[in-house]
């Protein structure tokens, strides 16, 4: 008797081999994985989307994209249903964008921005000064040339986007108490090279380039105890006093919210509550940017995974969306066929299950967790 055709795509989707269903990243291609459905919520559970969830607080609700947005029909259909903002996981990085020194190419990031023009969606920049990246030559030029190399690249990619695009995270993940500094700035090639004014001439050449986007920070400190977690949250608190109190344009705050549900005992919503009122107070925009909740260190059990991802998202976004100055969640990814988690695997080889929808773009447990939490904290119910 032959093999099923069910019984080939379960095993093709358990070994992590979609076929027609799509391929993953090359690092996922590996791995193993659930059959498609086998854990999915059942059919009609993503109604109403994410978008028109987070849309009727008057909130956002997004997705970081990368290249199969523009090859993988069920991708880009799921964006298109579920997201109201997007931003490029990679495209708008200095190293994508200014190849050489003074040379730019825009053309790979332009999809992305006419994409969500496309389809009345929000963007995101992201991101203009980062010390990872970077193009081969940046560390000699800066040497050589200082500040202006920033700023020519600040204007031409601002200035390319200015109008179009609803923020830039101008400068991200600067602060980083390890570095044992008393401003607990990252000593990066930045910093090193033009000291920590670079933070506030990279945001008042954002603000010439581009008078109408936002301008954020974009921060990267974890939600747990232990480590310098808390003096990071303290750290950006104190950078964007400085920087408020010297008149820098800085109207927004991002929260990349990198999660792992094997922390939850360590999750500390004090250290959360306090940043999120400290920077309410400031009068700046929340935005959580990055949000996604690695499985890594829990058991290869699926649904066990799935259950305690999903209540991360949950537990997360309940503290997280109580907070009015909290505009919007992009989760970086929306589907587990395209996370970056893959890239250092689980150690039994099973495929990272971090985002709300599944490698075969079906609704999971999170998913349903996350928009539980918009609608338990709709403004206006
Ligand atoms: O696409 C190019 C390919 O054309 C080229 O041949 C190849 C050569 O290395 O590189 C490919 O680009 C890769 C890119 O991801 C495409 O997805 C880069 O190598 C790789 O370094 C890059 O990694 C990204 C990483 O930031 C560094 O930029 C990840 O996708 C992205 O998820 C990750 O995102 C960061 C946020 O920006 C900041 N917060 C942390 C977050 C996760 O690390």
Same mark, same amino acid.
């Given at each position: ?188 090639? %930045?910093? @090193? =090279? ?5 933070? +506030?001439? /990279?945001? &008042?050449?954002?603000? !010439?380039?581009?008078? #109408? ?53 360590? %999750?500390? @919503? =004090? ?5 999120? +009122?400290? /920077?309410? &107070?400031?009068?700046? !925009?929340?935005?959580? #940017? ?92």
């Amino acid at each position: 008797m032959g093999v099923s055709r069910r019984a080939v795509l379960r095993a093709a989707a358990a070994l992590g081999g979609l076929g027609a269903l799509g391929t993953r990243d090359p690092a996922a291609q590996e791995l193993r994985d659930a059959p498609c459905g086998e854990h999915a919520l059942p059919p009609g559970n993503d109604q109403p989307s994410l978008a028109a969830l987070a849309a009727r607080q008057n909130r956002f609700f997004g997705a970081a994209v990368k290249d199969p947005l523009f090859t993988d029909a069920s991708f880009r259909d799921l964006v298109i249903k579920q997201c109201n903002i997007l931003v490029c996981t990679y495209s708008m990085k200095w190293r994508s964008l200014e190849p050489e020194p003074g040379r730019f190419d825009f053309r790979l990031a332009d999809r992305y921005v006419d994409f969500a023009e496309e389809h009345g969606m929000a963007f995101r920049g992201h991101t203009l000064v980062w010390q990872k990246a970077t193009p081969p030559w940046l560390d000699d030029e800066l040497s050589a040339k200082g500040f202006a190399v920033v700023e020519r690249h600040i204007r031409a990619i601002a200035g390319h986007y200015a109008g179009r695009l609803r923020s830039w995270d101008v400068v991200n993940e600067a602060v980083w108490p390890e570095d044992g500094r008393a401003d607990r700035l990252r000593s990066n090639v %930045f910093l @090193e =090279a033009l000291g920590p004014s670079y933070i +506030e001439a /990279a945001f &008042a050449v954002a603000r !010439e380039a581009d008078p #109408t986007a936002l301008l954020y920070y974009n921060a990267n400190p974890a939600p747990y105890t232990g480590g310098q977690n808390r003096e990071h949250f303290e750290g950006v608190i104190a950078l964007l006093e400085r920087l408020l109190g010297r008149g820098v344009p800085v109207q927004g705050v991002g929260l990349q919210s990198h999660l792992a549900a094997a922390h939850a005992e360590k %999750f500390d @919503e =004090a250290t959360l509550v306090w940043f999120y +009122e400290r /920077a309410s &107070a400031l009068g700046l !925009e929340i935005m959580i #940017t990055e949000l996604d909740v690695s499985d890594k260190g829990l058991p290869t059990d699926v649904a066990l995974r799935d259950r305690l991802v999903a209540r991360t998202y949950r537990r997360f976004l309940d503290v997280t969306l109580a907070f009015p100055a909290v505009k919007g969640v992009l989760s970086w990814g929306l589907s587990d066929r395209f996370t970056g988690h893959n890239r250092w695997a689980r150690p039994d080889r099973w495929a990272v299950r971090a985002l709300p929808y599944d490698h075969c773009m079906q609704p999971k447990l999170a998913r349903r967790e996350i928009a539980e939490a918009f609608l338990a904290h709709d403004l206006d119910r």
